[in-house]
């Protein structure tokens, strides 16, 4: 008789962290030449608590292995994009449009 020292596969495929679901949505925005909100991101993900949203974003993770997703406090909202896929100016030029500055 063989016994076997692996654990048996978890059939069901693991749901990655909500930093990665983050910054998946963040870099799919972007490729539409569009800036994404908290509140976008929210309804998109659909996410409940607002709070553990904010923590995914301003986490120390998000800052050190996502360089790219860049973040534009408004009056209105707080956008977000990467700067892999927008461009510095024109994501400021979309902020401006949005805050009708």
């Known amino acids: ?7 048996p596969e978890d059939p069901s495929p693991k749901e990655p962290p ?11 925005t972007s490729l539409k030449a569009q ?20 923590r995914a974003l301003d986490s120390d ?11 534009l ?9 990467s700067n892999q896929q927008l461009s510095e100016n024109y994501a400021n030029m979309l902020f401006r449009v949005e805050e009708q500055d």
């Open 1 to 7: 008789m063989r016994w076997r020292s692996e654990k």
């Open 18 to 28: 909500l930093v990665e679901k983050v910054v998946d949505c963040i870099r799919e």
């Open 35 to 54: 800036l994404i909100t908290l509140t976008y991101l929210q309804d998109t993900l659909e996410i409940h608590d607002t709070a553990e949203l904010t």
């Open 61 to 71: 993770d998000m800052s050190e292995n996502y360089p790219d997703i860049r973040c």
């Open 73 to 81: 406090p408004g009056r209105h909202a707080t956008y977000y994009y």
